[in-house]
């Protein structure tokens, strides 16, 4: 049994300063640093060692194109830098996460089936990461 | 340049919108979040200054004989 689990769940959620916690139903944030191998000859395993980082963080979010909503806040950072901070509360512990000069290289701007919310899922990579 | 908070998905709508590092400023502005402020700071108006009192114009009290 579990000694220590967190029920999935942010207390606040900003893109570009944004708030679209009320949007967002999943998010991943991922830090990675590059692997870089550097196995030579002699070596019986391979051997890596840290790059550059190079951070992602997706998300899903209720699409909806009224004014101040998923649309507005996202339209015009296609191509551009932004910041995103997403913060977790577990227990008395509270983590704030950001990604400071991420990049969002595409948007779906219409995403629907027949009879279901219309989402778009997003993804922003690069950008500084911090944990607060 | 000072921007207003319209939305309050940014915050309180009517306060002053500061951008942090990494804001894009320009998507703010083009989504209707934030609008900029059109008040001009205005010079202060010049202090009036009061002349000290000077020497008085009285002949002196002395005898002149």
């Known amino acids: ?132 | 340049m000072t921007y207003i908070i319209v939305s309050h998905k940014v915050g309180t709508p009517g306060d002053e919108f500061i951008p942090a590092a990494g804001i894009n400023v320009a998507a703010l502005l083009s989504g209707g979040f934030i609008i900029e402020s059109t008040k001009t700071d205005k010079k202060p108006a010049k202090p009036k200054v009061s002349k000290p009192p000077g020497p008085t114009t009285e002949g002196n009290n002395s005898d002149e004989e």
């Open chain 1, 1 to 132: 049994m579990a000694t220590a689990v967190y029920l999935s769940n942010l207390s606040a959620l900003t893109v570009n300063t944004v708030n679209l916690l009320d949007q967002c139903t999943s998010l991943t944030f991922t830090n990675t640093k590059e692997s870089l191998e550097k196995t030579s000859f002699g070596s019986t395993s391979r051997v890596f060692t840290a790059g550059l980082f190079n951070n992602t963080l997706t998300m899903t979010l209720y699409n909806s194109f009224a004014s101040g909503e998923t649309y507005a806040t996202l339209k015009n950072l296609v191509g551009v830098q932004t910041t995103v901070v997403a913060t977790t509360v577990d227990g008395a512990v509270t983590t704030v996460f950001t990604l400071t000069d991420c990049y969002l290289e595409s948007l779906p701007v219409v995403n629907g089936s027949l009879g279901e919310l219309s989402t778009v899922d997003i993804v922003f990579t690069g950008g500084v990461y911090s944990v607060a």
